[in-house]
């Protein structure tokens, strides 16, 4: 409903009927349904921390090749499903101020986490942080955008593309 209809569809009279369960079930569950809502961002909240978590976590001195694994599994992860949530709570966020504060700790979490990543490769601070941010700014805009008629080789472009965050993170770039 979320991805359908943003949090407005997220009603309890929809929901229970989309459901075949009464408004009452609900209510044995929520107290309202703002304890809905916020039960809907903490489910999102939480499956963004453990895949963030789980996509950065590296075996020491493997922390670039991790760097390439999570440029490549959220740059090639075309699920619109996750994309139409994540835009959806985002849309949520801008009108919401406990919406925005749980995104902004989830994106937190996600540039700390790659920048821990960049940081353990021996990049300064502040070259880390600048890293975390182009990565993620990549990963979401690629998420967004219909570029297949843009480039003959939209793999090689990718490859280049992840060759250009990762720079000088490491000794040397991984074989393409």
């Not at 369960?21 to 304890?35: A, E, I, L, M, N």
């Not at 996509?55 to 001195?61: F, I, L, M, V």
């Not at 690629?142 to 490859?159: C, G, N, Q, T």
Request: aromatic share 8%; hydrophobic share 45%.
């Amino acid at each position: 409903m979320l991805a359908d209809e943003g949090v407005a569809g997220l009603r309890v009279e929809v929901l229970a009927k989309r459901l075949k369960v009464t408004k009452g079930s609900f209510y044995w569950h929520f107290q309202d349904r703002r304890d809905l809502l916020m039960a809907v961002l903490g489910e999102w909240k939480e499956g963004r921390i453990r895949d963030i978590l789980k996509q950065t976590r590296a075996q020491p001195g493997r922390e670039l090749e991790q760097i390439y694994h999570v440029i490549d599994v959220y740059s090639t992860s075309r699920n619109r499903r996750g994309v139409v949530i994540e835009l959806a709570v985002r849309d949520w966020a801008r009108r919401d101020p406990e919406a925005a504060a749980i995104v902004a700790e989830v994106d937190d979490v996600r540039l700390r986490s790659s920048r821990d990543l960049f940081l353990a490769c021996g990049l300064s601070a502040e070259e880390a942080s600048s890293r975390s941010m182009l990565l993620y700014a990549y990963v979401f805009g690629v998420s967004l955008m219909l570029y297949d008629r843009f480039h003959p080789d939209i793999p090689a472009l990718k490859r280049e593309i992840a060759h250009i965050i990762a720079r000088h993170a490491g000794e040397t770039a991984p074989a393409s």
